[in-house]
Nanobody, 115 residues
């Protein structure tokens, strides 16, 4: 059974930075495309970034140039570096495979961008 545990969220002022981590247990992440998803209240879930097993990345237009996804296969962990945060980045962030596997869904981590 794969378990994904997200961490690193919090309250940050506009323009600030946060780094999210997603640690996996129960299986290795190496073969999978991994992504960071977010969902704000009243909005649809959005895939903000994903990374292939080989390290190729892709980003939603809303975060391009501000967010960086990376992975450390040895640590079985995926990261999301978020810079120049905006109020519209406020959401619960989850990591998962792409396409997502509902059985892997974790608790997520809350990111709140507010002054």
């Amino acid at each position: 059974q794969v378990q994904l545990v997200e961490s690193g969220g919090g309250l940050v002022q506009p323009g600030g930075s946060l780094t999210l981590s997603c640690a996996a247990s129960g299986s290795i992440l190496r073969p999978y495309v991994m992504g960071w998803f977010r969902q704000a209240p009243g909005k649809q879930r959005e895939l903000v970034a994903h990374i292939t097993s080989g390290g190729s990345t892709n980003y939603a237009d809303s975060v391009k140039g501000r967010f960086t996804i990376s992975r450390d296969n040895a640590k079985n962990t995926v990261y999301l570096q978020m810079n120049s945060l905006k109020s519209e980045d406020t959401a619960i962030y989850h990591c998962n495979t792409v396409p997502l596997r509902r059985s892997y869904w974790g608790q997520g981590t809350q990111v709140t961008v507010s002054s």
